[in-house]
């Protein structure tokens, strides 16, 4: 009995060692966030905020630093996330929205999307195309009886891919006038009259008197899903006709949903992931955080790292049929 209590005992003072292994590892430790634009941007501010924040909610409380690492809008930082950062839960990635279509599409990089262990969404890179209050046409149902114009920046643009794919898929008959230089420009044509509506407009960008007054009203979210703040707004998988137009809407939808989306290393433990994805949850609802980033303008609309994982892996599973298809929304 004396040695049963012993052997208790000395398991007792054991145990409390090896309790915490994902808090024992990060304690003391160095978190990179490798992001793929320059210093001074709105993705490296959101970094720059969740490197302040998210620490303390990580077990361990690690030290996390910034890196920026331009190239390809986040290929080279994706690249680098995949094969020469450290695979252990110390190495984090935060690259542009549409980077993962890129990839779907063929696009260049040596990284699967899929394989990265995301963990969460700060925020959707919430746009929506509008109409000004003298179009012709007021809805996307209309929009099918009806011929109106569509500012747009460049082809492999959302503002100019979605409204062709729309067309194609659902019948729409957006013209799309392409060689605007932003939304800006695009906005200043829409009050102008030299076309109906506007490809594609961040929703911090909207005039709240254009809304307030009537001069404008959206037409539809480039998100697949709607966007809590307009739930009247249809998403892109509303306008879906059958399940290849779902598939493809569904898609390019992915890119706004996914947002400014953050993910560890390809080889992070699993354990690891999961207290990452439970620190940024955590993150995302503590008070301080919001309120810190309320002072500086900035969104919160929080989606977790498994939801933004099924996102990922709905646009690797899209046929490759249905792929080529999409690409040639989007031309050469």
Request: hydrophobic letters at 45%; charged letters at 20%.
């Amino acid at each position: 009995m004396r040695c049963t209590l012993a052997l208790c005992a000395a398991l007792l003072c054991i145990v409390p060692a090896h309790a915490e292994p994902v808090a024992d590892f990060y304690r003391g430790k160095t978190v990179g966030i490798y992001i793929g634009f320059p210093p001074g941007g709105g993705y490296d501010l959101y970094a720059r905020m969740v490197a302040q924040h998210l620490a303390r909610h990580i077990p361990g409380s690690p030290t996390i630093v910034v890196h920026n690492m331009a190239g390809g809008v986040g290929v080279r930082a994706a690249s680098y996330l995949t094969n020469v950062a450290a695979q252990d839960g110390t190495a984090l990635g935060l690259f542009q929205d549409g980077l993962t279509l890129s990839k779907v599409l063929g696009g260049p990089g040596e990284f699967d999307p899929i394989k990265f262990a995301w963990l969460g969404r700060i925020v959707s890179t919430a746009t929506f195309t509008m109409v000004w209050h003298t179009s012709p046409v007021q809805s996307v149902e209309e929009a099918r009886t009806r011929e109106i114009t569509i500012a747009a920046t460049v082809r492999n643009s959302s503002s100019s891919y979605v409204p062709l794919a729309l067309n194609d898929l659902t019948g729409t008959k957006f013209n799309v006038i392409r060689g605007y230089q932003g939304a800006a420009p695009m906005a200043l044509a829409m009050e102008r009259g030299e076309v109906h509506a506007h490809g594609g407009m961040a929703l911090e960008a909207i005039k709240p008197e254009w809304l307030a007054e009537k001069k404008a009203k959206l037409l539809y979210y480039l998100g697949g899903h709607r966007h809590k703040d307009q739930p009247g707004v249809p998403g892109l998988l509303d306008l879906a006709t059958d399940d290849k137009s779902r598939r493809i809407l569904g898609l390019f939808g992915g890119i706004v949903d996914v947002g400014r989306s953050f993910v560890a290393a390809p080889g992070t433990p699993p354990d690891r992931a999961a207290a990452l994805r439970a620190a940024f949850v955590a993150m995302a609802a503590d008070p301080v955080f919001v309120a810190d980033m309320k002072k500086r303008n900035l969104g919160v609309g929080p989606l977790s790292g498994a939801e933004v994982q099924k996102i990922i892996a709905a646009a690797v599973a899209t046929p490759k049929e249905l792929v080529q298809q999409a690409g040639r929304y989007l031309g050469p």
